[in-house]
T-cell receptor
Framework: DAKTTQPNSMESNEEEPVHLPCNHS???????IHWYRQLPSQGPEYVIH???SNVNNRMASLAIAEDRKSSTLILHRATLRDAAVYYC?????????????FGSGTQLTVLP | NAGVTQTPKFQVLKTGQSMTLQCAQD?????MYWYRQDPGMGLRLIYY???????DKGEVPNGYNVSRLNKREFSLRLESAAPSQTSVYFC?????????????FGPGTRLTVL
């Protein structure tokens, strides 16, 4: 399976934008890029996903590089509640993508 | 609409004891999952149930059994607990097992085996 690489930790100031990078140089053409986050002492929650085009939803934006070897999760205005571990996950379109394969993720700290 | 609920929230066992972790979802999802998360690591799949009446092994099934009791409920049983099973256990559900489906997670059960 294709793997993802993320920085271990990042810091941001409250109400500023945050760009969380993810490298996936061995991504295949049928892999979707998903992002989940895990708030302290909670289960993971879905953030956003995409294939080739940039995607926006109420929580965040996902910018995907033209060669798809990297992507960036963008939180437009970080709040204290956004402090969490963010996981970048590849899910294959073909076959059964039954499990989410979590790496170690990026611990985001939001400073007041 | 509670989403995915798990009981208990915390549990301490002695080595060799048995217990069952309960999970229920009220979203009418077909698929349910059990993951474990060890300190500083991502989640790993233990077992999953693609639909009512079916269960399959995930990445780390040894030492566990599961039962898909009905569409809503999916339980995880430890027959003889070992210290290596100290972990946080998360249940999740999704409409199906395909790549396009979001998984919704419960709040977790924190298990310590002494």
């Amino acid at each position: 399976d294709a793997k993802t690489t993320q920085p271990n930790s990042m810091e941001s100031n409250e109400e500023e934008p945050v760009h969380l990078p993810c490298n996936h140089s061995t991504i295949s053409g049928t892999d979707y890029i998903h992002w989940y986050r895990q708030l302290p002492s909670q289960g993971p929650e879905y953030v956003i996903h995409g294939l080739t085009s940039n995607v926006n939803n109420r929580m965040a934006s996902l910018a995907i590089a033209e060669d798809r070897k990297s992507s960036t999760l963008i939180l437009h205005r970080a709040t204290l509640r956004d402090a969490a571990v963010y996981y970048c996950i590849l899910r294959r379109r073909s076959g059964s993508a039954r499990q989410l394969t979590f790496g170690s993720g990026t611990q985001l700290t939001v400073l007041p | 609409n509670a989403g995915v609920t798990q009981t208990p929230k915390f549990q301490v066992l002695k080595t060799g004891q048995s217990m069952t972790l309960q999970c229920a979802q009220d979203m009418n999802h077909n698929s349910m999952y059990w993951y474990r998360q060890d300190p500083g690591m991502g989640l790993r799949l233990i077992y999953y149930s693609a639909s009512e009446g079916t269960t399959d092994k995930g990445e780390v099934p040894n030492g566990y059994n599961v039962s898909r009791l009905n569409k809503r409920e999916f339980s995880l049983r430890l027959e003889s607990a070992a210290p290596s099973q100290t972990s946080v256990y998360f249940c999740a559900s999704s409409p199906g097992t395909g790549f396009e489906y979001t998984q919704y997670f419960g709040p977790g059960t924190r298990l310590t085996v002494l």
